[in-house]
Nanobody
Framework: QVQLVESGGGLVQAGGSLRLSCTAS????????MGWFRQAPGKEREFVAR????????YYPDSVKGRFTVSRDNAKNTVYLQMYSLKPEDTAVYYC????????????????WGQGTQVTVSS
């Protein structure tokens, strides 16, 4: 069993920054991909970022590219999502997820999920 715990959400003004953290515990595989997703009220869950086990490969959708940066510290089993230049449309519950090495942008490719952390960006 794997547990994921996110932290770092909150309320920020447009143009501000936040850093989310997600720590994994339990029986994680020797290598795994971490992803970040978000879900706004009434909308589908949206892919935000992906990082490979080594941290060398990252991927972002156009909506956050250049503003969000994903990183990881495997010694701490923790992945981070640094968010800059936040916009009101970034408001959502943010989830981290853990998947096997082939997991990419589909939420169905990730087996384990955190409980989510709310990010609210005011205009």
């Amino acid at each position: 069993q794997v547990q994921l715990v996110e932290s770092g959400g909150g309320l920020v003004q447009a143009g501000g920054s936040l850093r989310l953290s997600c720590t994994a515990s339990g029986r994680t595989a020797s290598t795994y991909v971490m992803g970040w997703f978000r879900q706004a009220p009434g909308k589908e869950r949206e892919f935000v970022a992906r990082i490979s086990w080594s941290g060398e490969n990252t991927y972002y959708p156009d909506s956050v590219k250049g503003r969000f940066t994903v990183s990881r510290d495997n010694a701490k089993n923790t992945v981070y999502l640094q968010m800059y230049s936040l916009k009101p449309e970034d408001t959502a519950v943010y989830y981290c997820a853990l998947g096997s090495w082939y997991a990419h942008i589909g939420h169905y490719q990730y087996a384990y999920w955190g409980q989510g952390t709310q990010v609210t960006v005011s205009s």
